[in-house]
């Protein structure tokens, strides 16, 4: 079956990094883009950062450019997110998707998602 895991969230300190990983299973990663998404207590999911299939074409929302970048192993089905300069606000719940459209519905996979806190 269709698994997404994600791993690598934790509590960092502001100004520090970490690195979120996805790794895929039950589908063919390599015909799917790739996205993080984001939920902080009380607000909207927000899409943080996406990449294509092949990884030529990246996309980062506004809060996070300069200091996140999305990258993708295909031979190992695994997607990334290393986050730099990390700030409180970046604390959330990040989720890792998988997105392919197709007829008469769009192939969308979730992960459970991992814990990120940013605090002193």
């Known amino acids: 079956q269709v698994q997404l895991v994600e791993s690598g969230g934790g509590l960092v300190q502001p100004g520090g990094s970490l690195r979120l990983s996805c790794a895929a299973s039950g589908f063919t990663f390599s015909s799917y883009a790739m996205r993080w998404y984001r939920r902080a207590p009380g607000k909207e999911r927000e899409l943080v950062a996406a990449i294509t299939s092949a990884g030529g074409s990246r996309n980062y929302a506004d809060s996070v450019k300069g200091r996140f970048t999305i990258s993708r192993d295909n031979g190992k089905n695994t997607v990334y997110l290393q986050m730099n300069s990390l700030k409180s606000e970046d604390t959330s719940v990040y989720y890792c998707?998988?997105?392919?459209?197709?007829?008469?519905?769009?192939?969308?996979?979730w992960g459970q998602g991992t814990q990120v806190t940013v605090s002193s």
């Open positions: 998707n998988a997105f392919r459209g197709g007829w008469p519905a769009n192939y969308d996979y």
